[in-house]
């Protein structure tokens, strides 16, 4: 008998098999995940490169605090695998039963969906430096003060309870498989691990026209006035052109990194919701329901007049 056969045998004899008849459509729904957990070793690996790089400048790097940038994204990566099959995957699957075109899968659909998927990136993060609501689960990315290969891995474990992955829904509806449209998703977060540093200077300058490059995100995470909110781009940065939002990086500007409002908490809790408190403490505040409410959907530092 040949090996895999008595592999099957095995699988088929432990009763399993009808429980991975359940699971596997879910599985292979988020097929993000997998392209996650591949890639984390090589992260960690590029990481410690750098570290050794910058490791005796305490204002690039700090190993504690990268220790939980990574635990950070470890809450990040569960939650989302966790409550996609409940909460997203519905949606995107209703929308592509219902869908308008039927587009085959091939390399021409496939690089349409892929710079489509990052003009829905585009949006999906300007929106999340400008809604509240969204910018409550976004923060934390943006909370370091150093900029290294770690901070990439600050995410938000609430990012699926947020809601921000509709602005995804459309590619499904039009016609595109939303497997394929979270392949592109992940593959694009990929990329943008490897922009998050200071050891990568300009390059050449038509790449710094088309892609988002390491100058231009060192920008996205300023604090600075001239470069906050800007550069909202995934893998492109010709979107920023067309819409308003680019600035470049300017050697007479040194970028600080962080937030207005800084938050130094070494909690995984606080650093992932510290924003949903301050947020939900101003609605408390007294005054008209639709004042109130205004709060979630209005900029991060709108404030209601105190008479209201």
Not at 118 to 139: I, K, M, P, Q, T
């Amino acid at each position: 008998m040949a090996l895999m056969e008595m592999f099957r045998d095995v699988w088929r004899d432990s009763g399993l098999d009808g429980l991975w008849q359940t699971l596997a459509p879910w599985l292979a729904l988020d097929e993000r995940q997998l392209i996650f957990v591949v890639a984390t070793p090589v992260f960690i690996g590029v990481f410690l490169w750098e570290y050794l790089r910058i490791r005796h400048d305490p204002a690039r790097v700090d190993p504690r605090e990268s220790l939980r940038n990574f635990l950070l994204g470890a809450g990040y990566q569960t939650t989302e695998l966790l409550f996609a099959g409940l909460l997203s995957f519905p949606v995107f699957a209703f929308a592509y039963h219902h869908r308008l075109l039927e587009i085959p899968l091939n390399w021409a659909t496939g690089a349409l969906l892929w710079v489509l998927t990052d003009f829905c990136f585009y949006w999906f993060h300007r929106g999340s430096h400008r809604v509240r609501w969204l910018w409550a689960a976004h923060v934390t990315h943006h909370s370091s003060e150093r900029m290294n290969f770690s901070t990439a891995m600050r995410q938000n474990a609430t990012n699926i309870f947020n809601g921000g992955w509709l602005v995804y829904v459309p590619l499904a509806w039009i016609g595109f498989n939303p497997v394929w449209i979270g392949v592109c998703y992940a593959l694009s977060l990929v990329y943008q691990f490897f922009i998050h540093t200071t050891l990568v200077g300009r390059l050449h300058p038509w790449v710094e026209w088309v892609f988002n490059t390491p100058s231009h995100h060192r920008v996205h995470h300023a604090r600075n006035p001239d470069y906050i909110d800007r550069n909202y781009g995934g893998v492109f940065i010709v979107f920023d052109r067309l819409f308003g939002t680019f600035t470049g990086e300017r050697d007479d500007q040194p970028v600080e990194y962080g937030i207005t409002r800084p938050v130094y908490s070494r909690s995984l809790i606080v650093n992932w919701c510290h924003e949903y408190r301050d947020m939900f403490r101003d609605m408390a505040r007294g005054g008209p329901a639709g004042q109130r409410l205004k709060h979630l959907w209005k900029p991060p530092e709108w404030r209601r007049d105190r008479r209201r």
